[in-house]
């Protein structure tokens, strides 16, 4: 089988020769696969040399016709060879795949974007809800957790509705009891929790909103924030130098797009890596000792020591502010080079699938993601610039940032219904 791409003005052609059958087929899924990791989500397969197609095939051009329908994209049989046409009838699929053939693939916007480009990266803004702030709350007092102090009588039971979100030390349990043994990092949006225990299962669980049922999280600490987000941010980095674009340059994007000192964000994008920091145990089992006492530390907390979750989705939740006060200031770090400000973000690697172009719906993106697929890990994102050893930071090819400006209140715990 021989396979020649040939990229058109408007989609992605990839010419075939030969027999697409179980012996070939693994190869003709890697390379449609590998255009649409690259961003192509409207594919002509051209099968004027393709002289047979077995069941095998079959399930390969089903597989990836479904994927791209998922994500208002659409894959092509065009030109087929007379044998090749008649299976695909007979299978039931050529309606899907060849009637439109002739009819080049179109992309309507969903609205009107502003465009602009940055280091070689492209940026589209899309306005969600102009003059919208979110108000943000912090949870508890992470400054226990290098004491050891922290236990699981400090932890709040916090709701998450569509209307908001968040990220922490967390998880889910009817009782307290149920989470002293499982406080691990959090995040949640769009109606959804994802938390990471630390009981010894490594295997993230997760909570959707079902009607009347909603997200509950046992919080330790954190920060929560309500609203709607101003703006929905995408961004393409392939054309960029290196390809990819750091957390950093995104979100000192993101605050200059909005201009404002300190935003929200929840952020659904393929990623190239993920630099970051799990719990291996539960903080609530500490009894006063510290987590920080080497070497004592590497029982407590596991770092990526290389690039990980290449080309993989990550759902990440976070908040930023250039000049964080004394309240917020404990919560945030710096965040890497590319901005002066700092922040506090989580991630939930997820496998690979593509995700739609254009505007898009933050509780529609989340619910979809999570109802085919299960998160990989948990990470409280971290940049590791140390002249040698350092990974670096996270970084991302392409996705979506829905972003809005920030208002930090007061410590004031929140009532289970509001959240």
């Known amino acids: 089988?021989?396979?020649?791409?040939?990229?058109?003005?408007?989609?992605?052609?990839?010419?075939?020769?030969?027999?697409?059958?179980?012996?070939?087929?693994?190869?003709?899924?890697?390379?449609?696969?590998?255009?649409?990791?690259?961003?192509?989500?409207?594919?002509?397969?051209?099968?004027?040399?393709?002289?047979?197609?077995?069941?095998?095939?079959?399930?390969?051009?089903?597989?990836?016709?479904?994927?791209?329908?998922?994500?208002?994209?659409?894959?092509?049989?065009?030109?087929?060879?007379?044998?090749?046409?008649?299976?695909?009838?007979?299978?039931?699929?050529?309606?899907?795949?060849?009637?439109?053939?002739?009819?080049?693939?179109?992309?309507k916007p969903a609205s009107a974007a502003r465009r602009w480009e940055r280091n070689g990266i492209t940026f589209e803004s899309y306005e969600q809800n102009t003059g919208a702030i979110l108000e943000a709350r912090l949870l508890g007092h992470p400054e226990k957790f290098a004491t050891g102090q922290l236990s699981a009588a400090d932890s709040e039971r916090l709701r998450f509705d569509a209307g908001s979100?968040?990220?922490?030390?967390?998880?889910?349990?009817?009782?307290?009891?149920?989470?002293?043994?499982?406080?691990?990092?959090?995040?949640?949006?769009?109606?959804?929790?994802?938390?990471?225990?630390?009981?010894?299962?490594?295997?993230?669980?997760?909570?959707?909103?079902?009607?009347?049922?909603?997200?509950?999280?046992?919080?330790?600490?954190?920060?929560?924030?309500?609203?709607?987000?101003?703006?929905?941010?995408?961004?393409?980095?392939?054309?960029?130098?290196?390809?990819?674009?750091?957390?950093?340059?995104?979100?000192?994007?993101?605050?200059?797009?909005?201009?404002?000192?300190?935003?929200?964000?929840?952020?659904?994008?393929?990623?190239?890596?993920?630099?970051?920091?799990?719990?291996?145990?539960?903080?609530?089992?500490?009894?006063?000792?510290?987590?920080?006492?080497f070497p004592g530390v590497r029982d407590w907390l596991s770092f990526t020591t290389e690039r990980t979750d290449e080309r993989n989705v990550a759902l990440i939740v976070g908040f930023a502010e250039k000049q964080p006060s004394s309240g917020p200031a404990e919560f945030f770090r710096p965040i890497g080079p590319g901005t002066q400000a700092q922040g506090h973000f989580h991630a939930a690697a997820f496998p690979y699938r593509p995700l739609p172009k254009g505007n898009l719906k933050l509780q529609e993106t989340i619910a979809s993601l999570l109802g085919t697929e299960s998160a990989r890990t948990v990470l409280h994102l971290l940049a590791d610039e140390r002249q040698f050893e350092g990974v670096g930071q996270t970084d991302l090819m392409r996705g979506a940032c829905w972003v809005g400006p920030l208002r930090i209140l007061d410590r004031a715990p929140l009532p289970l219904t509001t959240l």
Do not use: C
Request: hydrophobic share 45%; no cysteine.
């Open 165 to 293: 979100f968040g990220l922490g030390l967390g998880a889910f349990g009817d009782e307290l009891s149920d989470s002293h043994e499982r406080f691990g990092e959090f995040l949640a949006a769009g109606g959804a929790a994802v938390a990471q225990p630390t009981d010894g299962s490594s295997v993230p669980d997760f909570q959707l909103t079902e009607r009347q049922l909603m997200p509950e999280v046992n919080v330790l600490y954190g920060l929560t924030a309500r609203g709607d987000f101003a703006r929905l941010l995408r961004f393409e980095a392939a054309a960029g130098e290196r390809g990819v674009i750091a957390l950093a340059e995104l979100v000192e994007t993101a605050l200059q797009d909005i201009d404002s000192a300190a935003a929200g964000f929840v952020i659904v994008a393929e990623s190239a890596s993920l630099v970051g920091a799990a719990l291996r145990q539960s903080p609530a089992r500490a009894n006063g000792h510290s987590p920080w006492s």
């Open 1 to 107: 089988m021989e396979i020649t791409p040939q990229p058109r003005e408007d989609r992605h052609e990839l010419q075939l020769k030969g027999r697409l059958d179980a012996n070939w087929a693994e190869y003709v899924g890697n390379a449609i696969e590998s255009a649409i990791r690259a961003g192509q989500h409207h594919l002509d397969l051209e099968f004027s040399q393709v002289d047979y197609i077995s069941s095998a095939g079959i399930r390969v051009l089903l597989k990836y016709y479904k994927q791209l329908k998922a994500v208002r994209g659409k894959m092509r049989v065009v030109q087929p060879t007379e044998s090749v046409l008649a299976v695909l009838h007979l299978s039931g699929i050529a309606g899907m795949l060849v009637a439109a053939a002739q009819t080049p693939p179109t992309v």
